[in-house]
């Protein structure tokens, strides 16, 4: 190539990301023009296991388009559980559970529309911030109810 095409502002790494943004602008644009919407039927994601972040992928998808995905990441000694309950108000609302040895919690969560908020695998910890406690309980106990990741009214 000539030295007069080149661009010195096209670097590789520049490109990427340029390309992420526009990625990014791309999926808020198209979240702006969603209504509210309540879903009724969900995809599985799956369950992530030390190793295998397919499940966590699709998650992290789902949550950022607001798409119906279910699923969550298996711990050393407990879970994590997401469903994308629906868009209310320009937010994603999701239910979430987590649960080490037993004892859990559960809370629902309003992410704005098109924000990336985790980072290959969906957890809990990626949406701090964005949640509200609804209850606790313990699964040994047998305290919880059936419906652990039922979506709020």
């Known amino acids: ?47 992530s296991d030390i190793g295998d972040d397919a499940p966590g992928e699709c998650m992290c998808r789902g949550v950022e388009r607001c798409d119906a995905v279910v699923g969550g990441n298996w711990l050393g000694l407990g879970s994590e559980s997401f469903r994308v309950c629906g868009i209310e108000s320009g937010d994603c609302v999701i239910a979430a559970f987590g649960e080490i040895e037993g004892g859990g919690a559960a809370s629902t969560c309003r992410i704005p529309l098109g924000l990336d908020v985790c980072s290959g695998v969906l957890t809990l910890e990626d949406l701090d911030g964005y949640c509200e406690s ?20």
Do not use: H, Y
């Open 1 to 47: 190539m000539s030295p007069r095409l080149q661009n010195p502002g096209t670097s590789p790494s520049k490109m990427r990301g340029r390309r992420q943004i526009f990625v990014a602008l791309a999926l808020l644009v198209a979240a702006c023009g969603r209504e509210d919407e309540r879903f009724e039927a969900w995809t599985s994601c799956g369950m």
């Open 134 to 153: 609804r209850f606790g309980c313990n699964l040994l106990m047998e305290s919880c109810p059936a419906d652990l990741l039922g979506c709020p009214p």
